[in-house]
């Protein structure tokens, strides 16, 4: 059990008969009134996001999730299938509770959030930054630099991102996976 004073983004609780991680919280003390803590909170089964307010000292239960590595295989019309790097067995996840699907690349170590009672997977997280080539841009315009412009690029797993002009085809970027951006040149 815990309340609202033990709130933090990541935690996983247990609300309405399903698991929710905490995206967003704040704690709003009104002049009139007593303190309230509004949420963001996402289904860890669905994967969608409700709004909801606690009252200040609400009891939650907090839900045990384990993170174990996996290694992402492949994707079919079945899900994603990742591969435990210590035990080597296989399991999929649906793609409609994993973010960024198209920054996933075969080979890629990725954390899985599992459910350590029912050990039951529930979503997956990629690592913050991965390395991606670029495999199509268009070229940039010399003197094209007088403000903080960007030009769309497409990645080797076929995502779009946006990177600065000097940016070139073939080059290995990172990419920033919490905000889909680019975020340096790979030195090789």
Do not use: W
């Amino acid at each position: 059990m815990a309340d609202t004073s033990d709130f933090k983004n990541g935690l996983c609780i247990e609300y309405n008969h399903d698991l929710f991680t905490i995206v967003e919280f704040q704690h709003v003390k009104p002049g009139k009134g007593p303190a309230f803590v509004r949420t963001k909170l996402k289904s860890l089964t669905t994967g969608k996001v409700l709004d909801n307010t606690f009252t200040s000292g609400h009891k939650v239960t907090t839900a045990r999730i384990e993170r174990r590595p996996h290694q992402f295989l492949y994707k079919d019309d079945i899900g994603m299938h990742f591969m435990d790097t210590e035990t080597f067995e296989q399991i999929s996840i649906p793609d409609e509770v994993i973010d960024n699907v198209d920054l996933y690349k075969e080979g890629q170590e990725v954390d899985i959030l599992i459910h350590a009672e029912t050990e039951k997977p529930l979503s997956c997280e990629l690592p913050p930054f991965v390395e991606m080539k670029i495999t199509y841009t268009e070229p940039g315009i010399k003197g094209d630099t007088a403000t903080n412009a960007t030009k769309p690029a497409t990645v080797e797993t076929g995502a779009e991102i946006k990177v600065p002009l000097f940016i070139d085809q073939d080059e290995l970027i990172k990419v920033d996976t919490r905000t889909r951006s680019y975020a340096e040149r790979v030195k090789k």
